[in-house]
């Protein structure tokens, strides 16, 4: 008895304290003894009876705000009768003073959150709030709470609340109306929401509910700065979109909304007014469109011919695309009219006619607007193709130039993709004369016509070859094969190499079918030989354009596994049979075949054995690498085509006689770095320490580095282990006495660099060790410059190995991670340096910065400015460069910290827009212009010295640096206009 007393005496001791306005931490050890069944709720009411029966409202608020913070922490702790009890009472205090309300509700809402509550315990709530509490004269959290009570009821109490029928509507629509605050209006949206989604009641109230909402439309909202509740314009209007959009019968009020403020002068309206439209027309019908579909026509297509806006055209083609396909879903029956048939004839009424004009001022504006329409649907299409596609061949045949043909061109192509969307249809267009014909006109556009007309009729090439393979590989590509076997002797060389190449290019353009690739595979092989035997001075230039055909080709295979095995088994052994016989002959016939090891044809073989690898099931790459490593570990040839070889082939031996083959390594680079990574490499190790003598001992940089490079990858992607650590101690060992003196200083520098690459991309722990050693080498006189540039090998992705496309172990934020742990090092290293090489330690400070994902960097801005700034005034071009390209994104995305440094920023930029270097003099103006998007307010000042110093540039030599200083000075010239 005596614990009992002391316990309720410590109880009527916090109430008091509490209530008296002492201790208002008080409440929650109230709540943690309710908690802890120390006392029961109906002890805490009995001690606040006077409290709650006291004259002074403000007692009395006290009173019931400290059971309803009790109630908010121990709503689940209570019993159904308790609930009941409490309900009562606080329906009761709704007709209290304007003081006491707020309390009242919170009271309200812990009980709106009981599971026990009893059935008509929430409609007798929600009937007490809407007959005694005016909630727009509340405060706004009081406003929220009202909200999150119907919202919880709405959650828990659904069938309850319908039985109220209409009048729950109502009692909502007087609640809301007038809400101004953002953070209430997202969660009455939410309410509207629930309301129509749900199937609550709407009677008579549905033009109600929709003008309480629609008045919000569209949102004008900006949020202050510094906002701490981090609402943002865009969640207002997505959610009030989320309403107007959710149901048809908001239509006939809807959609005069919207032509309306489609009609407005502001962009902004535009936009939101097209949006909602798409939105509406996912769940509208041939009935709520009808009414209104010749308004909507009217202002789609007047935005599409005269806006200036592309994001307002593009707003506009996309609700054209929706109405034709919300009109396509409809069922036709017989006494109905066929409203698409209608709209359509409509489009095509206003559109066609300008197809023909002869000036062609609207022609891409009605191209649009009709292919949009058309993209709806298969039947869409047919209705607008079988107009428009006759009148845009009649055109092609009246109109001469060379560029309106290739703009009708284009047309068609738009036209022929948009088929690509349903498939093959058994009813095609075109007949197969017809489809030959195409082919001919094809052929003839894409070697004899101007470069531009030529690309858009690969293009459309590339196109119709997947939907009619047999057309195109039993017509189209024997013609070309024909043209690139042929010699003109009346054609100058010139003329004859830019045909070859359009030959080729057009080759890998219709190779988008399997069918097809074997047919042009071989014939770009075969040429590939050709040129391998001659001794033209174009040969190195043309059998870079084959493989870059090549290339093409086998990206295009990668979707296909049938067509990446063909590709991979035909041109990979062709490719190594090649050089290795290139190699060999080099040897003996220093004139013969030279061609194909040149350095610019290696690396262009590169990433077609890349690409023609990197798809492959591991089944099929197991198989493949089985020949190719025992090919340069042992010089066995017996896989390659035509192996008759002069002497062995041994690229990982030493002497001079063997430099050439040496070369190849860069092919062993693109096929095993690119496998996957569950295939075993046979002799593994024994590779990992050729290539590691290799990219140490070799005379030859490009030798070297691809060794390095090689080296590099497959470290990348070895499991971790015992064999692991003891290749890296071995790189380590045979590094670090090279980069200390000697004569192959700068190939151990390559291999450091790309070991610690790929060291840092899986996170392996000696990485850091590296980093340190490649840190060191920034002070260095000679090593230093190139080490720098080395950062940005490190963080940028690397074309050829080691990324994620050729299956390297790459780990997410490994940017953020070497950011955080060496960029303190850098700039601790930058303040400690001699004035010769701090140059060194900015560079590759502004290397990593560069690369750095730009959240993350405008969070490390405010201490790393001062340092970006000093690297501005650095001599080094490269330096200053990818200064400049960090700078300018940072003007856009930290406004407040840029603008803090405005008086440097402009003097830096402007002093280098006179710079020796043309790709910093563009950089330079492109940060001028950029400079424009801080407040006008701090800008002005600077405004005239600007434009007067942004005159010397629009006479630079150079017509790009003379582009970007017309853009720049526009923008100053626009400063502090009205409206900027």
Known sequence: MAAAGARVAALA????????????????????????????????????????????PRMRGRGIQLLSQVLLQCYSLLQEKEVLHLVLFYENRLQDHHLVIPSVLQGLR??????????????????????????????????????????????????????????FTFGFIQMMDGEKDPRNLLVAFQIVRDLIAKNYALGPFVEELFEVTSCYFPIDFTPPPNDPHGIQREDLILSLRAVLASTPQFAEFLLPLLIEKMDSDLQSAKLDSLQTLTACCAIYGQK?????????????????????????????????????????????SSDTEDLLDSFLSNILQDCRHHLCEPDMKLVWPSAKLLQAAAGASLRAYYRITRVVLPLLLEQYTKHPQSSQRRTILEMLLGFLELQQKWGLVEEGFLSHSDLELVADHLIRLTLHE??????????????????????????????????????????????????????????????????????????????????QKGSESGTIQGMVSVCQSLHRVA??????????????????????????????????????????????????????????????????????????????????????????????????????????????????????????????????????????????????????????????????????????????????????????????????????????????????????????????????????????????????DSPDVLHKGCHADVRIMFR????????????????????DVKANYL?????VLNHLPKPVLVTELPTLLSLLLEALSCSDCVVQLSTLSCL?????????????????????????????????????????????????????????????????PLDDKKRLVRKEAVAARGEWFLLGSPGR
């Open 13 to 56: 001791a916090a109430v008091q304290d509490f209530v008296s306005g002492q201790q208002d931490g008080r409440a929650a050890e109230v709540a943690a003894g309710m908690k802890d069944g120390n006392w029961t709720v109906l002890q805490l009411v009995e001690a606040l009876g006077s409290c709650l029966e006291n004259t002074d």
């Open 110 to 167: 812990a009980l709106s959150m009981c599971e026990v509550l009893s059935p008509g315990l929430a409609v007798s709530v929600l009937k007490a709030i809407f007959q005694e509490v005016h909630v727009q004269s509340l405060l706004q959290l009081d406003r929220h709470t009202v909200y999150s009570i119907i919202i919880n009821f709405m959650s828990s109490r659904e069938e309850e609340l319908k039985g109220l029928g209409a009048d």
């Open 288 to 332: 709520e469109l009808q009414e209104f579909l010749p308004s909507l026509w009217s202002s789609l297509r007047r935005e599409v011919f005269q806006t200036a806006s592309e994001k307002v055209e593009a707003e506009c083609l996309a609700a054209l695309h929706a109405l034709s396909a919300c009109l396509s879903r409809s069922v036709l």
């Open 450 to 531: 101007d470069s531009q007309s030529s690309e858009a009729a690969m293009e459309a090439a590339a196109s119709l070859a997947p939907i009619y393979p047999k057309v195109f590989s039993g017509h189209m590509v024997p013609r070309l094969e024909e043209e690139l076997r042929s010699e003109r002797e009346e054609e100058s060389s010139h003329d004859h190499c830019s045909l070859r190449q359009r030959c080729l290019q057009a080759l890998a353009a219709v190779s988008t079918h399997t069918s097809i690739v074997k047919e042009t595979v071989p014939v770009l092989l075969q040429h590939l030989r050709k040129l």
């Open 555 to 796: 990206l295009q295979c990668q979707k296909d596994d049938d067509g990446c095995w063909y590709f991979h088994q035909t041109v990979v052994p062709c490719l190594l049979a090649m050089a290795v016989q290139a190699a060999m002959q080099e040897s003996a016939h220093p004139l013969l075949g030279k061609a194909l090891i040149e350095e610019e044809v290696l690396t262009a073989m590169v990433p077609v054995i890349s690409a023609a690898t990197t798809h492959l099931s591991p089944e099929l790459a197991a198989q493949s690498v089985s020949h190719v490593v025992p090919l340069f570990l042992d010089g066995e040839v017996s896989f390659l085509p035509q192996n008759s070889f002069p002497c062995s082939f041994q690229p990982f031996e030493d002497g001079e006689c063997f430099d050439t083959q040496r070369r190849l390594v860069a092919l062993l680079m693109a096929f095993v770095c690119s496998l996957p990574c569950k295939v075993a490499i046979p002799q593994q190790d024994r590779l990992l320490r050729e290539l590691l003598a290799l990219s140490c001992s070799c005379n030859c940089p490009f030798t070297a580095t691809t060794a390095a490079k090689c080296f590099a990858g497959l470290v990348n992607k070895h499991p971790a282990g015992q064999q692991l650590d003891e290749i890296l101690q071995l790189a380590v060992n045979r590094m670090e006495p090279s980069l200390v003196e000697g004569p192959r200083r700068m190939q151990a520098l390559t291999l450091l660099l790309w070991v610690t690459k790929a060291l840092v991309l899986r996170y392996h722990p000696l990485s850091s060790h590296l980093t340190d050693k490649l840190l060191g080498l920034l002070s260095d006189v000679e090593l230093g410059p190139v080490a720098a540039d080395g950062f940005s090998l490190l963080m940028a």
């Open 816 to 835: 953020q991670r070497f950011f955080t742990n060496n960029v303190p090092k850098l700039v601790q290293g930058f303040h400690g340096a001699g004035p």
């Open 843 to 847: 560079k590759g400070l502004s290397h």
């Open 888 to 952: 300018q994104p940072l003007l856009l995305e930290a406004p407040q910290i840029m603008s803090l440094h405005v008086d440097t920023l402009v003097t830096k930029f402007l002093s280098l827009t006179s710079s020796p270097t043309m790709a910093v003099r563009i950089a330079a103006l492109r940060c001028a212009h950029a400079l424009t998007s801080l407040p006008a307010t701090v800008l002005l000042p600077y405004k005239a010295r600007v434009i007067r110093a942004l005159a010397k």
